[in-house]
């Protein structure tokens, strides 16, 4: 069944929330307002109908940097549990980054993936292609014949393009119309430590320094991977000002928490980057405000219960985030007074899709992503809560506001929180 009739919600389309009724009919969205009431009586076809009374409905949305773990690291997650947890996020397309076992480096493991993602995932799954053989970054991948084949996205996310190669990569890229994401971490500015004083910002913004240089010699399409610091933020803006092929992302836990906010177990908030000072974090904020960084970004990155314990030298890094959030920006930045409603759906949906060269608007015509959002729920975090195998989030314990509770694509119920979870109808 992929015909809805959405009826007394808030719609968030072309930037702005109105109260109007949805018609979806086959998967594509049919009608707006009294047009959609009319047709939705007069349709043949079985419509089921949803009250999205005191809930905002928005395109799903998009998160341009997860990690899905298949293959290599099943244990860790799967593309069906990192979907599940998409879709329970309100997110219906996931850009998957290519540190997998073995890496996305060649044509051949690209339809291996997506026979896996077109038989396991619950939502439209972007595979991101590796850069270099093995993301050891000493040989050039075949970029073309992945741009052949429909990746458009080029990542060695976990490590950084050298600095040997990274010209003759955007150089290829800006031919190819690709798009370069670059995991910012100049590893030999990296001291003893497992937080912020082992990665200091400058491994950062030194790296984004180098790759903003590159991108004004070369014009390629560049996106600057989960922004941590306010300097890194500054210098995205001189380059948009400069009129530069620049884009950025932050991730929730960055714009939510400080490096004061560590509690045990301390492994829930180790990540790469990692969380910086509260001067950081309202640099970060006021980026996202004011347009400056055009996305939010989970970096969703399950592990399994190693740190648990305790951290140590070689703990993995990451934390998962996918399904929080919403929640967790709604809750922190929203109620808070940081960040309008508006501007925070337009950077889960609008601000990403214009990355990847997507609407993500809600639009007559277009395939029914969508998602529901109760404003008012209210739910604990809780380590045995998710459809993730990784558990490794800084928020358990927490009581956050604002929820999923309906998660569509092609008009297909992927997440119903009235219902049993997640469902898998006809495909
Ligand atoms: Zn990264």
Known sequence: ???????????????????????????RIAAFGTEAARLSLESAVPIRGYDAGNCVVSHGFLDLHVHLREPGFESKETIESGTKAAAAGGFTTVYAMPNTEP???????????QERIEQSAFVRVKPIAAVTKGRASREINDLAEFIDHGVS????????VDDKLIKEVMEQLASLNGLLV???EDKSLLGPGLFSDGTPPESEYVMLERDLATVAETRCRYHAAHLSCARSVK???????????????VTPHHLTLTEDDTTFPEGNFQMKPPLRTE?????????????????????????????????????????????????????KLVLTGHLELERLLAALTTGPGKVAGKSCDLEIGEAADIVVLDLACQRTVETDGFYSKGTNSPYIGQRLQGWPVLTLVDGVERYNMKGCGCSKEAR
């Open 279 to 331: 001067t950081d974090r309202l640099a970060l904020i006021e980026g996202l405000r004011t347009g400056i960084i055009d996305a939010v970004a989970t970096d969703h990155a399950p592990h399994g219960r190693e740190k648990d314990h305790g951290i140590y030298a070689d703990s993995p890094f990451g934390v998962t985030g996918l399904e929080t959030a919403f929640s967790v920006l709604y809750s």
């Open 182 to 184: 670059n995991h910012l």
């Open 235 to 249: 210098l995205i803006s001189e380059a948009k000002q400069k009129g530069l092929p620049v884009t950025a992302e």
């Open 1 to 27: 069944m992929n015909s809805w009739y959405l009826h007394d919600g808030l719609v968030f389309r072309r930037g702005r929330l109105q109260q109007e009724d949805i018609l979806i009919l086959h998967g």
């Open 153 to 160: 996205v080029f990542s060695d996310d976990g490590d950084p």
């Open 103 to 113: 890496p996305l480096d060649t044509v051949d493991r690209l339809l291996q993936l």
